[in-house]
């Protein structure tokens, strides 16, 4: 089946650092990877959708200059949080969209702890 | 816009229980309706899935009905295993370019020996 792996998967950083995280469709392409953030006992938080070759597109809330997205192969999405603070801390999931659309494959997700 | 209801928790069942998530939706047209897993530090993985009414998706002994007429998605599962101890997410999605996910708030199950 489809994978979809994250690195790191546990990450914990001081204020003020930034932080890369990497999505990876490790066998098949996608088009598009999505961001998501979840806190604890919560569900998933839409943060951005990403399409291979273009900018992301953020939802409402998102600060697009706080968390970078970039997409630059079909099997390769990164975000990066910039200057993170402790409210950054999070757990953050990406997902993958194969080429035909029918579904999205999640990654193991990353635990990102500022202190 | 397109939400999504799920069953608050957290559930506790007895091994080889009856299991019920209540899972309602709210949305235009035909979506498709999908039920994830989440165990403790993983990521999220599909469960099962009905793309339309009627359809019964079904794996590892869950099952759910689209049922268009009571816009509902339960999850069942008739005998529970100390193994399904997890949180459980409704979600649906339509088709088009984007195909965001729109997910309920998540039941904790846990299930005890």
């Known amino acids: 089946g489809a994978v979809v792996s994250q690195h790191p998967s546990r990450v914990i950083c001081k204020s003020g650092t930034s932080v890369k995280i990497e999505c990876r469709s490790l066998?098949?392409?996608?088009?598009?990877m999505f961001w998501y953030r979840q806190f604890p006992k919560q569900s998933l938080m839409l943060m951005a959708t990403s399409n291979e070759g273009s900018k992301a597109t953020y939802e409402q809330g998102v600060e697009k200059d706080k968390f970078l997205i970039n997409h630059a192969s079909l099997t390769l999405s990164t975000l990066t949080v910039t200057s993170a603070h402790p409210e950054d801390s999070s757990f953050y999931i990406c997902s993958a969209r194969d080429l035909r659309g029918a579904e999205q494959f999640f990654g193991p997700g990353t635990r990102l702890t500022v202190l | 816009g397109d939400s999504v209801t799920q069953m608050e928790g957290p559930v506790t069942l007895s091994e080889e229980a009856f299991l019920t998530i209540n899972c309602t939706y709210t949305a235009t047209g035909y979506p498709s309706l999908f039920w994830y897993v989440q165990y403790p530090g993983e990521g999220l993985q599909l469960l099962l899935k009905?793309?339309?009414?009627?359809d019964k998706g079904s794996n590892k002994g869950f099952e759910a009905t689209y049922r268009k007429e009571t816009t509902s998605f339960h999850l069942e599962k008739g005998s529970v295993q100390v193994s399904d101890s997890a949180v459980y997410f409704c979600?649906?999605?339509?088709?088009?370019?984007?195909?965001?996910?729109?997910f309920g708030s998540g039941t904790q199950l846990t299930v005890l020996p």
């Open positions: 979600a649906l999605t339509h088709s088009g370019s984007a195909r965001q996910l729109t």
């Open positions: 066998d098949f392409q996608a088009t598009t």
């Open positions: 009905a793309t339309k009414a009627d």
